[in-house]
């Protein structure tokens, strides 16, 4: 039999943690303005007020989309960071609403930041999960030494079909990161772990104009056994309880899923407080979890510790420990905050949101 | 003359817990259930299986059951087929069991109902189950069963001035119930707030007014007396009376559409050769696959006046003075309702509870027990009275 030993090392032995400790230097979120209340997706299709996922989500404006929502938020963290754009050694865009089937989003982000040519650029995609994902492979980059920054962002505009569960839920938005070496982190990144396996949730074939999901199968087997089995490794691998954690934030479908995973985990309603945006911003997919990291770190204090659990369909979750270092504080105030775009609301009617949202044939 | 023809008995029985079991396919749970009723009968082999099932060939992807489960379940070689009767299925199966053993041309027979509802969306399941009503003169008219039940529900609030409040009784009684069955889908309480504030679904029906859909397998095994083996360990119980009994399949072709016709009909025939009436009966296992149907089988089985049905559950003395205890173990409502399987579940927690093997959910007095199938809204009623046996094995 295993001793408890063997256990401890081999459940360690799953933590990706870079030779060379890594963290975020800079970070950014963006919101587009507009918001569209439950209430009046539930109007239109006939529904009742009881029980809806979200109050409000966020909606894209007419002439944005996933790259031009990275290149703010990018633009937001390279302010926090302080750092050359040029010394970026990857531009990664998680997405599943990447403007282009084919043609990284990504290349013009990084031009448009003013990046070199010298670096990795490519588009993420993992449903909710791509945005996680470019910054694992960002601490990799960083963490061998084969770069000094990568900036990887996790943004959507996302697709709910007309009528169906989704169409609440599904929003604008997201955040970026700047990975770099722990000495210069606003926070540092003490270890990550993900579980993925094959469990067809959700999805959206090729030429599909919107998602398809297993209703009731999106919740246990799927988001609750990914979510949790991620983030019960992770605390068991870095031997940290609940308690031990200043913030917890996990990916926010709705408002419910991130409440019920919170509680099963044993984290209390105040830790998850700060980073749970999804009732008045709505599910903005590869953007869920990492912008609420945005909005808990513009609030974070030196020594904060911050469990970050992402899901992406498919399916599967990121953890990561992330403790909170003394240059957060100068690096705060330098841009807008997440709470600051959240703020900053223009509510508009269904008409219009379909308008905004291209759902109408015009031609 | 003298009916010489064998008696028939349930020697074995197995369940699987009901509930959306993602990780369990149909087969899975077809083998898992079949094999526990085989191990509870002191491991007798039958020589046929009788299947009841719904939706596997469209849900499932998957028909030919007799074939594939006689397989997997390891009895090469058997008898194996399917009896589809809508949501009364599972007590077709049964009934088909009975005959087969009470006819003396098979010796032991294993009844199995599996239905795996959760492998297709909700919608998918919403027009598949349309295929149970008259294709051309009713699913063509965009009826579907439970909407079909929610007008024939409206009518009967409409005739009887129903409290609308009062129908909260017969889900919380359910799950009152359930609370006590280990295999049940939902194991919690009911509260009449929780019943006021659910969403409508389909007018008058709230979300707890109709039983969920769920996966499940159950199975009990039927055979002779003489050749049950001997130290079995649990009493035996005896299929009494049986009877199945078709209406009209179009409800607007029925002369009374609020009464179940077939129900009543088939329980008149199962507890004339049980040599009862319903009353005499210690419970009865009714098919509440929606708020009305739990209504109209109190009526059809005469254990409440024509349109006072509804009336029962509130007034818990009159329940008791006048009907049954019902849904013994969480019935359709809260235990969940596994389509072609729910009959043979009947079957199974009535055994449990003439057995006395029904843990906290166990009846005080339970000698006799009624069970009742239902298709559609009463177009198929299927009835088994069920008696305990008094001599141990």
Not at chain 2, 34 to 52: H, M, T
Not at chain 2, 237 to 261: E, I, M, Q, W
Not at chain 2, 338 to 345: M, R, W
Request: glycine share 10%; charged share 20%.
């Amino acid at each position: 039999m295993m001793s408890e030993h063997e256990h401890q090392r081999d459940i360690e032995n799953l933590l990706l943690r870079p030779e060379r400790p890594v963290g975020i230097i800079g970070y950014g979120a963006y919101v587009p303005r507009y918001r569209l209340p439950a209430k009046e997706i539930a109007r239109i299709w006939g529904a009742g007020d009881e029980g809806l996922p979200v109050i409000e989500k966020a909606v894209a404006g007419l002439d944005e989309d996933v790259i031009t929502m990275s290149i703010e938020a990018a633009r937001n963290a390279l302010k926090r960071a302080g750092i050359d754009p040029r010394e970026l050694r990857a531009v990664w865009v998680g997405s599943e609403s990447h403007p282009y089937a084919v043609k990284p989003s990504g290349t013009v982000v990084a031009e448009a930041i003013g990046a070199s040519p010298h670096i990795q650029a490519g588009d993420w995609e993992f449903a909710c999960k791509a945005g996680t994902e470019a910054i694992v492979a960002g601490i990799g980059l960083v963490g061998s030494g084969m770069g000094k920054y990568a900036l990887a962002i996790g943004m959507d505009t996302a697709q709910g079909k007309p009528g169906d569960a989704l169409e609440y839920t599904a929003s604008s938005g997201g955040a970026a990161y700047i990975i770099g070496p722990a000495e210069e982190a606003l926070a540092t990144i003490e270890a990550t772990y993900s579980y993925v396996t094959d469990t067809p949730d959700f999805w959206r074939r090729e030429h599909a104009v919107y998602p398809e999901h297993g209703q009731r199968f999106t919740g246990e087997p799927a988001y609750f056994q990914h979510v949790t089995s991620a983030a019960r490794t992770m605390m068991e691998a870095t031997g940290l309880k609940a308690a031990d954690f200043t913030y917890a934030v996990f990916h926010q479908p709705n408002t419910k899923f991130p409440q019920r995973v919170a509680k099963e985990l044993g984290f209390t309603p105040e830790q998850i407080k700060t980073g749970l945006l999804t009732p008045v911003i709505g599910n903005t997919y590869s953007g869920s979890s990492l912008i609420g990291l945005s909005a808990i770190l513009d609030e974070a204090k030196p020594g904060d510790l911050i469990l970050m659990t992402s899901y992406g369909s498919g399916a599967g979750s990121d953890a990561f420990v992330i403790r909170v270092q003394e240059p957060i504080r100068e690096r705060q105030g330098k841009a807008l905050t997440t709470q600051e775009y959240i703020a900053r609301r223009t509510e508009i009617d269904y008409a219009t949101y379909v308008r905004f949202r291209g759902e109408i044939t015009v031609k | 003359m003298a009916d010489t023809r064998p008696e028939v008995y349930i020697a074995g029985i197995g369940q699987t817990n009901v509930g959306e079991l993602w990780s369990l396919s149909l087969r899975d749970l077809g083998v898992k259930a079949i094999r526990a009723a085989i191990k509870d009968s002191g491991g007798l082999q039958p020589q046929a299986l009788f299947v009841g099932n719904m939706l596997a060939a469209s849900a499932s992807h998957q028909a030919n059951l007799g074939a594939l489960l006689c397989e997997w379940a390891g009895l090469k070689g058997a008898e194996g087929t399917t009896a589809e009767a809508a949501d009364a299925s599972g007590g077709a199966a049964l009934r088909l069991a009975y005959t087969a053993i009470r006819s003396g041309i098979v010796d032991v027979a294993l009844v199995i109902g599996v239905e795996k509802a959760t492998d297709v969306l909700d919608s998918d399941i919403d027009s598949l189950s349309v295929r149970t009503l008259d294709s051309d003169y009713e699913a063509a008219e965009g009826l579907t069963p439970i909407g079909q039940a929610a007008l024939l529900m409206q009518r009967y609030i409409y005739e009887n001035q129903v409290e609308r409040e009062a129908l909260a009784a017969f889900p919380m009684l359910a799950h009152a119930n359930a609370v006590h069955n280990p295999h049940a889908m939902y194991r919690k309480p009911l509260t009449l707030e929780t019943y006021l504030k659910a969403g409508i679904l389909t007018e008058p029906f709230n979300l707890y007014d109709i039983a969920p859909l769920a996966d499940g397998a159950a199975a009990v095994l039927l055979t002779r007396r003489e050749l049950v083996p001997e130290g079995l360990g649990h009493p035996l119980v005896r299929v009494a009376g049986s009877s199945l009994v078709t209406d009209r399949l179009a409800l607007h072709d029925r002369s009374d559409p609020l009464f179940f016709d077939a129900a009543a009909v088939s329980m008149q025939r199962a507890c004339q050769q049980a040599g009862i009436t319903p009353a005499q009966a210690d419970f009865f296992e009714y098919a509440d696959i929606t708020t009305l149907h739990a209504i109209l089988s109190l009526e059809a089985a005469g254990l409440s006046p024509r349109g006072q049905g509804w009336r029962l559950a509130r007034d818990h003395a009159q329940w008791q003075k006048e009907s049954l205890p019902v849904a013994t173990m969480g019935g359709y409502k809260a235990r969940g309702n596994p389509l072609g399987a729910a009959g043979v579940y009947q079957a199974v927690e009535a055994c449990l509870q003439l057995r006395g093997e029904a843990g906290d959910a166990q009846l005080p007095q339970a000698h006799i027990g009624i069970i009742q199938a239902l298709a559609g809204t009463g177009s198929t009623a299927v009835t088994h009275v069920l008696m305990q046996v008094e001599e141990t094995n």
